[in-house]
């Protein structure tokens, strides 16, 4: 993709290739400017740097067994997803939004071409998949990760710029209980969902554990 404009929910996005990197930008949103999806950023080094005794680590076993198969259900822009591909995971991103999944597959490829993000890149497989209707891809996974993204209701925070950008692509996963019942129902037998520390449990569905960080939570479910 080199250029394309498209109109999602009333609001005009635009992708341009710019240099080498695949971009999106969301011109109603004056001043934000254009990203794009970038695991060489210091965000993402510095999750890796939390080692697997980091909490999303711990949540998903990847502190026992470093080879795990985890399949991320809401892959959005990958932070998670790569950073447990860099920790020895075997990651399958799924992301239903199709500008989201081209993003994250650009991303993929520099991934592949720079020598500090090879290796993890290469644990890691991206599919343009909607979970919420079928986790049937899930097959063969250890692990299902969720990380819905929550609806605005006006209450909250003024989330990052990207997010916001993201929000307004996407409306939020406002179908985020049937994720939850979706993944239970696959058959994988650990499902982690990571939600904000004073959110309510998915599809009120108490978990068999939760570990609790400073800005989020860690509810696991396990078969």
Same mark, same amino acid.
């Given at each position: 993709t080199e250029a394309l404009d498209l109109t999602v929910r009333g609001f005009l996005f635009c992708l341009r290739r710019v240099e080498d990197q695949l971009c999106l930008a969301a011109p109603h949103l004056a001043g934000y400017g254009a990203f794009s999806v970038d695991w060489a950023s210091a965000d993402v080094q510095r999750r890796i740097s939390g080692g697997r005794k980091q909490l999303l680590a711990k949540a998903v076993g990847l502190h026992k067994k470093p080879n795990l198969k985890v399949f991320d259900g809401t892959a959005g822009l990958g932070r998670d997803g790569f950073t447990l591909a860099a920790?020895?995971?075997?990651?399958?991103? /799924?992301? +239903?939004?199709?500008?989201?999944?081209? %993003? !994250?597959? =650009? /991303?993929? +490829?520099?991934?592949?071409?720079?020598? %500090? !993000?090879? =290796? /993890?890149?290469?644990?890691?497989?991206?599919?343009?998949?909607?979970s919420a209707?079928?986790?049937?891809?899930?097959?063969?996974?250890?692990?299902?990760?969720?990380?819905?993204?929550?609806?605005?209701d006006g209450k909250r925070a003024l989330p990052s710029k990207e997010m916001q950008i993201l929000r307004d692509l996407t409306g939020?996963?406002?179908?985020?209980?049937?994720?939850?019942t979706g993944a239970l129902q696959s058959g994988v037998s650990r499902v982690v969902v990571k939600r904000p520390s004073k959110a309510p449990w998915l599809a009120a569905t108490k978990p068999n554990l939760s570990m609790e960080g400073t800005q989020a939570r860690f509810d696991i479910y396990l078969r």
């Open positions: 920790l020895g995971a075997e990651v399958t991103l /799924a992301e +239903r939004n199709p500008v989201l999944a081209a %993003l !994250l597959r =650009d /991303a993929h +490829r520099r991934g592949m071409g720079q020598r %500090l !993000l090879q =290796d /993890a890149a290469s644990r890691i497989q991206i599919i343009h998949h909607d209707s079928d986790f049937s891809a899930a097959q063969g996974h250890e692990v299902i990760y969720l990380d819905p993204m929550y609806p605005d939020g996963d406002v179908d985020a209980d049937a994720l939850l």
